[in-house]
């Protein structure tokens, strides 16, 4: 992603012209893009949210992929994520589980937040990974702290990708 801001902002006006447009809503719709955006290029994020910008396709891709990874390693059921909470947690990373997906839930039913992203990703979850995590082999040794470091800091990043930056109104007609 960051290499496509660079990209974008070096770009002569006739590559400018055959980049994709996306709205600013779009860029707003996750923290961590957003706050990538403020600090690489400020001016985008006072514009309006309607307002369409070229961007260089590497953003888009670097984008995608940060939403289907921070979705993927989201602690829920037979996910990335659900695995490594169990793994870091134990038998607590049912609790986990479940906690998120009451998060996900409560999220989906406010309106500020609801988002067609979201919406489609947890029908995925109801609808295909119902059943249980598979227990683990050894639910009593510990795994070392630079493990759980590693497994808080992607959950971190999962929130920081899925959480609106301010300014962001779900009412802005974009797909996420």
Known sequence: MIFGVYRT?????????????LPVAWFKSSFLSGAIL??????????????????????????SGLLSSALNLLPVTRLDGGRAATAAMGRYGEVASLATFLCV??????????STLLWSWMMFVVLFQRQGEIPS????????????NLWVLSVVFSVLTLVPFPGYNSAAPIGL
Do not use: C, W
């Open 105 to 114: 839930l409560i999220a989906l039913l406010s309106k500020e937040s609801a």
């Open 38 to 63: 403020s600090v690489l290029a400020p001016k985008i994020m006072t514009l309006p949210l309607s307002q369409p910008i070229p961007i260089h396709p590497l953003f888009v891709v670097g984008f």
């Open 9 to 21: 902002l070096h770009a002569s006006s006739h590559a400018i012209a055959s980049f994709p447009t």
């Open 137 to 148: 082999r050894d639910d009593y040794t510990e795994i070392n702290n630079s493990r759980l």
